[in-house]
């Protein structure tokens, strides 16, 4: 069986004055309408998609001028916001049920910015990429009517992935900073996953050392905090003029920060998967879900925490190690960090410092998150075996 990963390829339009005209018009008009349908959805309690559009379709069409299928698009948009809200409620992301904060979800309709991405297919949307070392063009869908010839350009190697592929997937159109912009989805097959033949390389994820490995690289998170304090000063700084220069400042160096960690995030992934590869290991990382809510920090350091791009980096890991064929697997955290890989000697005091771990036991002395890693790598093995030979699993007792 062929399995495919999902990859979104980011191109860039070049639009007339006319052709940006319409894509703003069309997006305004579409997250309108989404808009009037989630207010409809929201009060006459109906979620399922089938039974959104058997009742509302007709005159979602009529009201806002939608043609056949961008207006199932925009159902299918609104469905979809409202399918993640439920999910987030049901994880308790917005307090427990009762809570001031999450009947105020609860009770309010979803609402759409006018200048939300606006999700197309391929009967909205087509490419025509041409030959190699040309740009391409595409037609689009728009209130005003079928733009043809819209010009694009983009990195080269993610425009040779669209010409190679023969169907491109949903396509999401967004205006961004003044720049319109394409992120199309393709289908990558994944390549064949082998057995890690040599063990597991631990990764154990922090906010001084971004990733440490069992190998004893670490990956060191002190420039990118030194990037985050000058940039949260220079916000502060500008936020406390409250003019119109600063203000055109602050906006023009929104998602800054957040590009800058993606890029880190991007290089600290691609070396751990190409290590991994290169030796024939699989990859074992610690489960960090709800992290934010479990962790309890002292005010200053609060920051630092929620501001730190913990499921990005997962992300970036697991895709990659899927394009090449390298095994991830996710442990359990817990005492990682106060247990000796040479003994298994547990104990919180083990940890005598952020990067000092000596054991009360075996005297063994290392940094701690290299410790921690050697931790996590040992897991993966046991929990590789455990998913290989179910019956072997241990059974926990109750307590």
Known sequence: MVIN????????????????????????????????????????????????????????????????????????????????????????????????????????????????????????????????????????????????????????????LLRSRPAIGETDLLHRDGVWLLHAVVDSPEAPR???????????????????TSDGDRFCGARLNRYRKRQQRIRKRLQAKKTSSARRLLKKRRRKEARFAADVNHKISKNIVAEAERTGRGIAVEELTGIRVRVRLRKPQRATLHSWAFAQLGQFLTYKAQQAGVMVVQVDPAYTSQTCHACGHVDKRNRRSQAVFQCGRCDFVGHADHNAAHNIAARGVVCRGEVMRPDAAPILAAS
């Not at 040599?198 to 050392?209: C, E, P, S, T």
Request: hydrophobic content about 40%; glycine content about 10%; overall charge positive.
């Open 5 to 160: 990963v999902k990859q979104v390829v980011r191109v860039r339009l070049l639009p007339s004055p006319e052709q940006a005209s319409a894509l703003a018009d069309t997006q305004r008009a579409c997250n309108t309408a989404a808009s009037w349908l989630s207010e409809q959805m929201h009060t006459a309690g109906v979620v399922r998609k089938f039974d959104v559009q058997k009742r509302f379709y007709a005159e979602l069409r009529d009201r806002f001028g939608l043609a056949a299928q961008p207006a199932i698009r925009v159902i299918g948009k609104t469905v979809d916001a409202y399918t993640t809200l439920r999910a987030n409620l049901k994880a308790g992301n917005y307090g427990p049920p009762g809570s001031s904060r999450r009947r105020k979800v609860e009770d309010t309709p979803i609402r759409f910015r006018p200048q939300a991405g606006q999700p197309f297919d391929a009967r909205c949307l087509s490419w025509q990429l041409g030959d190699a070392g040309r740009d391409g063009t595409v037609s689009i869908w728009t209130v005003a009517g079928r733009l043809r010839g819209v010009r694009i350009v983009g990195n080269p190697g993610h425009l040779a």
């Open 194 to 212: 082998r057995e890690p033949v040599n063990g597991f390389l631990g990764v154990d994820l922090g906010i001084v050392n971004i990733a440490t």
